[in-house]
């Protein structure tokens, strides 16, 4: 049985310009073939059991030819598969889309396209260009700046300076000179203004401004490099007024966000809403413990409870897992009283139609521990890591309460030992995010616990996990509330570079 193509342009970097029609063929792919330009968030977004093919193209180094390309797609489609051809920008502007399509079309392969959201309108847009304006222009013109090896640039200049309208060249890093001084030649003033954009839409991105007749000279003194982007027009002039994307608070810096994958989503969000680079390293994965009798037993005499309690998102999804399993719902849990140490918790409760009656003010073992010593007057039921903090339990045997603590899932360290990981927080300051222990512990078990964490900055969701990371000699700064959103608030709150680390 034949299979079938999805062209899908991955936009211009930033993960979140991704379309979602475009997300959903990624996620449901049997192949996915990707070329340089697609950002490493992107790609992340490929299932683990996806396979992928990287057919990388730079200008004049193409790591596979687009005839080979080509012959992948049909291969791997013939071959009944379901195979993304995923592309920076858009698969037909400048993107060889339809050639790609002709081999399939010939072999009667099926096939659909997935547009993309183009550089050379959202580039521009993040570092304050505006592509048209009633006062500047009537039109727009996108144009590559790519030369075929050894052949002169084939662009009309007489015509694009005649249509006074934004001139956008796609492609242009290593043809900027001949780009500028061919509008020179066919009468465009010398002081119209210019700009080149490097990396449009990543944290990482610059503008550099100048006027036609001195961009080259600026590019070369700034070492620009492709990706890059060429525009031409008076809309130039309005970047400074209109750039947002460089005022965000968190551009230019870099931070690691530990968090199981699974959840590693609205930390990593929210950082890179706020300009950020976000590199996600999940170090911890909970497993199942499968069969769990221990919890089978408790689940089966639930009215001899008073409270079930839990320590953490994952332990109220394993529970569900196991609840579904059995062919049961929220009905199995009656009439017991429901505890959750933090508020992230309690939201996933409520996911399953269900809301914590008791949250303590503090979100830590201990102060749970403590609350429902004041509470219970029954038997509490605990489900959690086979980690758990021993905080809550002794909290508990102090206030006289008895008690069942059932380890339902495990925790795993992943990643191990990763050369790329320990280089990088040895060379370079580095922010990492952690939102409890076992992210510390996971973190120093893949760079290793003789590696030097002395430029390791961490951003702790709680005291207990600071404690952990001081204990590797990583200088922490502690959320005032055990939450994401603390979290967020503290990195912005603090300077980063200030001395005051403990």
């Not at 961009?215 to 003194?221: F, H, R």
């Not at 706020?274 to 069969?291: F, H, K, M, R």
């Not at 017991?336 to 809301?355: E, F, S, Y």
Request: proline content about 5%; aromatic content about 6%.
């Amino acid at each position: 049985m034949s299979g079938s193509v999805t062209l899908v342009g991955a936009g211009p970097g930033d993960v979140g310009l991704l379309t979602l029609k475009g997300r959903g063929a990624i996620e449901t792919a049997d192949v996915v073939v990707y070329d340089r330009l697609v950002s490493p968030e992107i790609l992340a977004l490929i299932p683990p059991d996806t396979r992928t093919i990287n057919v990388g193209k730079a200008s004049s180094n193409h790591l596979v030819p687009q005839e080979q390309i080509n012959q992948i797609l049909l291969d791997e489609a013939l071959a009944g598969n379901h195979v993304v051809r995923l592309k920076g920008g858009d698969p037909f502007l400048f993107g060889r889309g339809g050639e790609e399509l002709e081999l399939l079309v010939e072999h009667g392969v099926g096939f659909e396209v997935v547009p993309g959201i183009t550089s050379a309108i959202s580039v521009p847009a993040y570092g304050g260009i505006p592509v048209t304006h009633r006062d500047c222009c009537s039109s727009l013109h996108i144009i590559t700046g790519h030369a075929r090896a050894g052949k002169p640039l084939e662009i009309n200049f007489e015509a694009l300076v005649g249509t006074k309208g934004t001139l956008v060249f796609l492609m242009g890093v290593s043809s900027l000179p001949q780009i500028c001084q061919g509008l020179l030649d066919a009468g465009m003033a010398g002081d119209m203004p210019a700009a080149v954009m490097e990396r449009g839409t990543t944290p990482r991105q610059r503008r550099i401004s100048a006027t036609l007749a001195t961009l080259p000279q600026e590019a070369v003194a700034q070492k620009v490099e492709s990706p890059a982007i060429i525009v031409v027009g008076k809309v130039c002039a309005l970047a400074e007024d209109f750039d947002w994307f460089d005022k965000l608070p968190l551009k230019g810096k870099s931070f690691i966000v530990t968090r199981p994958k699974e959840r590693a989503g609205t930390l990593s969000g929210r950082l890179r809403s706020l300009g950020a680079q976000v590199s996600e390293y999940p170090c911890i994965e909970t497993v199942d413990i499968t069969p769990c009798p221990a919890m089978d037993d408790a689940l089966s005499r639930l009215s001899e409870y008073e409270w079930l309690a839990f320590t953490s998102p994952a332990g109220v999804e394993t529970l569900w897992r196991h609840l579904r399993a059995q062919g049961k719902d929220t009905r199995a849990l009656g009439g017991v009283k429901l505890a959750a140490i933090g508020a992230g918790t309690d939201r996933t409760l409520q996911t399953h139609g269900l809301q914590a009656d008791y949250i303590p003010e503090v979100y830590d073992a201990l102060h749970l521990g403590q609350g429902l010593g004041k509470l219970a007057t029954g038997k509490v039921l605990i489900l959690r890591a086979q980690q758990g903090s021993p905080d809550l339990t002794e909290a508990l045997e102090q206030a006289k309460i008895e008690m069942d603590d059932i380890a339902i899932y495990t925790t795993q360290y992943e990643n191990p030992q990763s050369a790329q990981l320990r280089q990088q927080i040895e060379t370079a300051e580095t922010w990492v995010t952690f939102t409890s222990a076992s992210t510390v512990k996971g973190f120093v078990s893949s760079v290793g616990a003789d590696a030097d964490f002395s430029k390791v900055k961490g951003i702790c969701i709680g005291a207990q996990t600071a404690q952990e990371a001081q204990t590797y000699g990583i200088a922490t700064k502690v959320a005032q509330k055990a939450t994401i959103n603390s979290m967020v608030e503290t990195i912005l709150k603090e300077n980063l570079e200030e001395p005051s680390w403990t």
